[in-house]
């Protein structure tokens, strides 16, 4: 996989929903020299253009925000309580590092009850996001020198190579904006038939509600998302619990709880990376969803769309892995099905 060092950076800088300000001024930078405009609109999506052959459009989906978390209350000693800005698995969380970024940045710990102390009753039930505070090392007043109530949270924990993976927390979705990010470098040359709006959305975490605001503002004919999915391909997995397994490829959706994809889309994706000699493996995942929902339905003309996934281990969890092969038979399969639309029957058959 090439280019490891902007991936490492865009899974450090922060972003939690609502907050993208960090990881949108990295993007910018990093598309403008690749396209040939950039817009942001009123909610801070970026859109990256590239233009085509004709007035068609192709819009990509892939979200800029992270999970985290917002400060809710400083307590007389100093401890953060929180609420959650996305999904968590609270038992991920116990000890780990986290940053709260007020008017700087401060490395906290999440705390809970020793298990020492814990009664048999405690030591049964699963623990809560309210069961954890937040720590910075700090009396009151020195956090609220820096800290106050609605600042972001998020996780504090490096991205690195891991056999033939990438583990690091953030993957969903900073890999799908590393993979959109190297999609535009590739086509950055080469003549498109439609035009391309590389769309980095906000909110995804809370309700796709970047990707709404923007498929409504692109009205594309054609519309991919792009994100991760789930790879259970682990012990004590059944095989139809898996839905993807690592390093077999990049997944072409079928559905999951949000979206029915196209059924041309889903052909045009199969028949493409079988073409190109693309590995590829089916995703049909039971719950779940992401802007792929928002591309189908909110443009005004509605688009035939579907979605590239990259398989995830451990998603929603302190730290999420990837396989490098994955990630770039995802790029390769974005760039060919940009560069080929106009060569496929749209008809309804």
Known sequence: MKNLKLLQTICKTPGAPGFEQRIRELVIDEVTPLVDEVEIDNMGNVMAIKRGQSDKRAMVAAHMDEIGFVVTHIDDEGFIRFK????????????????????????????????????????????????????????????????????????????????????????????????LIETLRALKNKKVPYDIYGGFTVQEEVGLRGAISSAHHVNPDFGFGLDVTIAYDMPPAQPHEMITKLGEG????????????DFRMVQYMKDTANKYKIKWQTEVLPMGGTDTAGIQRYGKSGSIAGAISIPLRNMHQTIEMAHKEDVDDSIKLLTKCLLDLDKHDWSFK
């Open 84 to 179: 959650p800005l996305g999904g968590f698995d609270p038992k991920t969380l116990t000890a780990q590092r986290v940053i709260v970024h007020g008017k700087k940045d401060l490395i906290g710990a999440m705390g809970t009850k020793p298990i020492h102390i814990m009664t048999p009753e405690e030591r049964k039930k699963i623990v809560q996001l309210d069961d954890y505070v937040i720590d910075l090392g700090l009396k009151k007043k020195e956090v609220e020198k820096y800290v106050t109530i609605g600042n972001p949270i998020t996780r504090e924990r490096e991205c690195i190579e891991m056999g033939d993976c990438i583990n690091s927390k953030s993957l969903d979705n900073r890999i799908s904006v590393f993979i």
């Open 250 to 261: 990049t997944a072409i959706k079928v559905l999951d709880g949000s979206t029915i994809c």
